[in-house]
Every structure is written in C-alpha cells, then in structure tokens.
C-alpha cells in the first residue's frame, strides 16, 4: 500500500514492527559512526507506541552494538507537564531508554514553555542545515487518530508555522498547550519513519494515503504536511493499522 510519496512498511504486529525499526536505527548508528564526524542526530516521538521500540535500543543485542556516545537524542513534542510526570514523553523515554544507554538526550521543557530555549539547543547542537534549517538524521513520529503528529494537531496554529523551529502550541481539543518540533525542521530531516500501529489507526491511515496527493492547506490531517524536502519518509504499520494481513 503507499499514498503518493509516502512509502509504506507493514509488519505483521507491533513486535515485528518495533524490531524491524530497532534493527535499522542499530544499522544506521553503526555506520554513521564509521563515517560520519558528529552525532546520529535522532528526535524521539512520544505515546505508546514507540515504547517497545525503546525497549529493544536498550536491550541485547542493541544495546551492546550501537555507538552509543556516537547518538545524540531530541524529542519531538512534550507535553506541559514536569519530567517525572506520567504523562511525559521524556519520562517515558527515560525509562524504557535513556536511563540504559550513555547517549546524551535534551529534554523539552514544556512545563516552562521554553520553546526558544529548545531551538537554541538545535541550533547549538545540529551542525548541518537544510535552507537555513538544522538537518535531524532520524526524526521519529506517531500518529494520532486525528492525524496529529508530534503535538501538531487539527486546527492549531503551529500547523502555519513556517519560521519558528519549536513552539509551544495552544490545543484546544485537549485543554492544554504542549511543545512541538515544526513542520520546517521535521521537512529538513534525512529521515522520517512513522511507526503507526492498532485497528484505532486503520480509517485514519487508510484516509491520509487516499489524501496523500491533496492534503490540503494547512493539511486536514496534519501528519500529511510531515514531507522531507529531500530525506526519506517512510511509514511503518503493523497490519492492524493498514487493514491488511501483512
Ligand atoms: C505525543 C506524541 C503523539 C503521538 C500520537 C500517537 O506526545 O503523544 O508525540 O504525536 O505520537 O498521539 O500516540 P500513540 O503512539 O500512543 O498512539
């Protein structure tokens, strides 16, 4: 299956899934540290789904082959909330991740709104630029079953975004405001992989590939404005998610 542009991967479950995608960042880590003289720049997305993801970087054999002082972790959206709060995606990552590997990780600090405080950070840190913007090696996102990605969601003004690298983003539907990686830095990326799984996903995946050609502007579904100017963007879905048997 695929929508124009958007390559398509579908994994029989969420194992399968996780482990594929693991096997590919352990890969990519290996050979950018043989080659290239700066961090695996990669943005950690947030929700349940790239938990199992986590677990397997942190586990055997992952955790032992990865360069891991060769990665550098940034998060793609964070909810206003503080760091050990259950519903923090650095919390999250924290413990099935970063607490097990020595690679350094830069929180969002949602709770403070400090969304030019996060942008000096990449700007800091990411060295390449892609028309002025910092270039992530691997930007890694779920998606909502409204289409949101990272905390770009229906309707919000971050979806017109087109200067600013981070902002904190008024979410009315969910009472509350939360930081985000924009549309231009996650267009500068190398590399964008989707991980989508679950039947909850399957009408809204199967609407955003119908719609990949004419998402609309700003995009009706916001995960169709995620369009790499030049890297990959690849969606990983279990079957579930793609209404198929894989
Ligand atoms: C967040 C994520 C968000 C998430 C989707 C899917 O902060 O929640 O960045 O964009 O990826 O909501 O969440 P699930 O993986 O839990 O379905």
Request: net charge neutral; hydrophobic share 45%.
């Amino acid at each position: 299956m695929a929508g124009a542009g958007i390559e398509t991967r579908v994994y029989p479950d969420p194992e399968r899934l996780a482990a594929s995608v693991a096997e590919a960042i352990a890969a990519l880590a290996v050979r950018q540290a043989r080659t290239a003289p700066r961090p695996l720049g990669i943005a950690l997305s947030g929700g349940s789904t790239p938990k199992r993801l986590y677990e397997l970087l942190a586990a055997p054999p992952h955790v032992d082959r990865i360069p891991w002082r060769q990665v550098e972790f940034f998060f793609g959206d964070e909810r206003s909330v503080p760091p050990d709060h259950p519903d923090s995606n650095w919390a999250m990552a924290k413990r099935a991740l970063l607490d097990h590997v020595p690679a350094p990780a830069h929180r969002m600090e949602a709770e403070i709104g400090d969304a030019d405080g996060y942008a000096r950070i990449l700007d800091d840190r990411i060295a390449r630029r892609r028309d002025g913007v910092p270039v992530l090696d691997l930007v890694l996102l779920g998606m909502g079953d409204d289409g949101h990605t990272a905390s770009l969601f229906p309707g919000t003004a971050a979806l017109a975004e087109r200067r600013r690298f981070v902002v904190m983003n008024e979410v009315p539907q969910l009472h509350t405001r939360r930081m985000t990686l924009t549309y231009p830095v996650l267009n500068a990326a190398d590399r964008v992989w989707a991980l989508i799984a679950g039947a909850g996903k399957r009408t809204v995946v199967a609407e955003c590939l119908a719609r990949a050609a004419d998402p609309g502007d700003p995009p009706a579904r916001p995960i169709l404005g995620v369009r790499p100017t030049a890297g990959e963007l690849v969606w990983h879905l279990d079957a579930a998610a793609a209404g198929s048997t894989a």
